[in-house]
């Protein structure tokens, strides 16, 4: 049964580990960004989903086409869901040097910083 239109756009996952119990068929292998083009066979929903890998957290995210997907940065993403699991953006201001962004809540530091910089990924 397709629950493609309950699912978020973008959530944490991989290919050992996602809502889709084996149904989407794999259209595409992309081993050098460690992902795979998914498809729905009921709805036709394509789905990016990460290959799972050590130390990285993998997201699976709806693409509306092939071409969106073979340009797809999934990097702004992770910094997306990150923010998004933690509650959004708070009013303080981040501490990193010089920099003026809003933190996120529950840190010292804005979405930038937190992920590139203090290696927060959830």
């Known amino acids: 049964m397709c629950q493609c239109n309950q699912l978020p756009n ?60 073979h340009q797809l940065d999934t ?3 992770k910094v997306q869901l990150m923010v998004q699991n933690r509650g959004g953006l708070s009013d303080d201001t981040c501490q990193w040097k010089q920099c003026e962004e809003k933190c996120v809540k529950g840190l ?8 590139f910089e203090m290696d927060i990924k959830q």
């Open 10 to 69: 973008v959530f944490l996952g991989n290919d050992e580990s996602h809502p889709f119990d084996d149904t989407l068929e794999e259209l595409e292998w992309a081993p050098q960004r460690w992902a795979t083009l998914n498809r729905c066979p009921e709805c036709g929903q394509l789905w990016h989903i990460d290959i799972a890998k050590q130390n990285d957290i993998g997201v699976c995210a709806k693409i509306p086409s092939r071409e969106v997907w």
């Open 75 to 77: 990097t702004n993403l």
């Open 108 to 115: 010292a530091f804005c979405p930038s910083h937190a992920y």
